[in-house]
């Protein structure tokens, strides 16, 4: 008992040291002119994970060291250290000065493909604002045009569908609102058939156009029943024409029950008017 308690005294005064070791060489390289020195410090942070550390130097170093090799490795590095520390808004902003800057460089793949996976990884959820998504798609969408034959297409494609099915589930979200709101203040219905449409109609390969396809049948529906006389019969005749598109794209949906009955009713009315 007292070796094991000799020994974790000893290992916790060796971590003290080498954190006041550590700490105490970054105050030393930070105070420091030796722009060379700074430099592989700022490498071995990155390698041992100490991310702030590497940005901050690397911050200074980028100006230093522009127009050389190092400079266009620590404009890299910086933007991975930021990616690396979950940074993602930041390190995009790097990554994309580093492909402009360097458009064959050494790292512009990588640099293209995490600027944007990072904005990928911060995209938010689907009922927030989706201006991160839609970067993200841009960013995703270039690389894989200037890098076709990358080892991280698959991934960078995954990723796109991804983003994509959460721009439509948003749009999915909005045509179930109006649907739900229905003749309140006036014509929700045909505001949730044009939502939907156009989700379609922008990610025709989404993983929800099957509920997409069926909300636009039921506002369809609706729409009709609540018609005045003159308008009924046109308006049916659009709910039918929904159903045999939406039973054709989706002959064994496990809602085909409730898109049968609204066609017969449908089918009802247009043949005993």
């Known amino acids: ?4 308690e000799m020994t974790r005294r000893l290992l916790l005064i060796l971590s003290l040291i080498v954190v006041l ?4 060489e970054y105050s030393k390289v930070m105070k420091s002119s030796d722009y060379n020195y700074k430099y592989t410090y700022a490498k071995q942070a990155f390698e041992n994970k100490k991310y702030t550390q590497a940005y901050t130097i690397l911050t200074d170093l980028v100006p230093i060291f522009k127009g050389t090799e190092k400079g266009e490795e620590c404009l890299y590095l910086l933007g991975l250290s930021y990616y690396e520390n979950n940074d993602y808004l930041n390190s995009g902003s ?3 000065q580093y492909y402009t800057q360097y458009p064959k460089g050494q790292f512009t793949e990588l640099a293209r493909f995490y600027a944007g996976y990072g904005y990928y990884l911060d995209s938010p959820e689907p009922q927030l604002d ?4 839609l970067k993200a798609i841009e960013e995703l ?4 045009d200037y890098f076709p034959k990358s080892d991280k297409v ?3 494609q995954n990723a796109i569908f991804e983003l994509q099915d959460k721009l439509v589930l948003k749009e999915l979200e ?5 649907y739900n709101l229905g003749s309140y203040m006036g014509n929700n219905y045909e505001s949730a058939v044009i939502t939907a449409k156009n989700a379609i109609k922008s990610y025709p390969y989404n993983k929800y156009k099957e509920q997409l396809e069926l909300l636009i049948l039921k506002s369809r529906f609706k729409e009709a029943q609540m018609s005045v006389d003159e308008k009924k019969e046109e308006r049916y005749r659009t709910v039918v024409d929904e159903y045999y598109a939406y039973i ?3 002959p064994n949906s496990e809602n085909r029950k409730e898109a049968d009955n609204i066609f017969k009713i449908a089918d009802k009315f247009l043949n005993h008017k």
């Open 1 to 4: 008992m007292q070796i094991t």
């Open 21 to 24: 070791t550590s700490c105490g």
């Open 94 to 96: 790097f990554f994309r």
């Open 130 to 133: 989706q201006s991160e998504t």
């Open 141 to 144: 969408k270039a690389f894989l």
């Open 154 to 156: 698959a991934i960078a």
């Open 174 to 178: 909005n045509a179930q609102l109006y």
């Open 248 to 250: 054709n794209d989706f």
